[in-house]
């Protein structure tokens, strides 16, 4: 069955790094993109980006302003999502979630990992 | 950034209700839209997309309309599993939006 199992909580100080990662299996993985989604306590959702697993190429939400970056390992169907420069107002769960459709950029996301709750405190 | 503005925001409704939650976008996207079901706690779940077709494995009492700017999410009996947060997703341009949500309690 397909699973999207993600990397646990982490917390970190303001303007440290966080690398999410986030395992697909059950699936041929390099067939479909893979989106990030935030969650902020308590608020609504918000679209970060997308990784085509299979060459790679990504496309990011400009507000994030160059802090933000996927990547894959294809060896062990890994998505990554890194966050740089953390200030508080990135204390969120964030979501790997997969496009329904092969090989399409579409927003519709059938399947999503359980989440990662990054706190960003000092 | 295309805005989507979902309401109402919170609606009350009992066992066996209609209820209808409607989604506006700031400009018109087609049907380039997805509708989303959230638990607390849980990942949210994808309901409807490209704006009226069910998803696989959703009960036929969800289903969506719309196309342009305005969109509908109808529950045509509100059964106990169906309170949640509901949130609409537009996949027209970048960057995808979501609406704020619709919390639909008891």
């Known amino acids: 069955q397909v699973q999207l199992v993600q990397s646990g909580a982490e917390v970190k100080k303001p303007g440290a790094s966080v690398k999410v990662s986030c395992k697909a299996s059950?699936?041929?993985?390099?067939?479909?993109?893979l989106h990030w989604v935030r969650q902020a306590p308590g608020q609504g959702l918000e679209w970060m980006g997308w990784?085509?697993?299979?060459?790679?190429?990504?496309n990011y939400v400009q507000s994030f302003h160059g802090r933000v970056t996927m990547t894959r390992d294809t060896s062990n169907d890994t998505a990554y999502m890194e966050l740089s420069s953390l200030r508080s107002d990135d204390t969120a769960v964030y979501y790997c979630?997969?496009?329904?459709?092969?090989?399409?950029?579409?927003?519709?996301?059938?399947?999503w990992g359980q989440g990662t709750l990054v706190t960003v405190s000092s | 950034a295309i805005q989507m503005t979902q309401s109402p925001s919170s609606l009350s409704a009992s066992v066996g209700d209609r209820v209808t939650i409607t989604c506006r976008a700031s400009?018109?996207?087609?049907?380039?839209l997805g509708w989303y079901q959230q638990k607390p706690g849980k990942a949210p779940n994808l309901l409807i997309f490209?704006?009226?077709s069910l998803q696989s494995g959703v009960p036929s009492r969800f289903s969506g309309s719309g196309s342009g700017t305005d969109f509908t999410l109808t529950i045509s009996s509100l059964q106990p599993e169906d309170f949640a947060t509901y949130y609409c997703?537009?996949?027209?341009?970048?960057?995808?939006?979501f609406g704020q949500g619709t919390k639909l309690e008891i």
């Open positions: 990784i085509n697993p299979n060459t790679g190429d990504t």
């Open positions: 997703l537009q996949d027209y341009s970048y960057p995808y939006t």
């Open positions: 979630a997969r496009a329904k459709g092969r090989s399409t950029r579409e927003g519709y996301f059938d399947y």
């Open positions: 059950g699936y041929t993985v390099i067939a479909h993109y």
């Open positions: 400009q018109g996207i087609r049907n380039d």
């Open positions: 490209a704006a009226s």
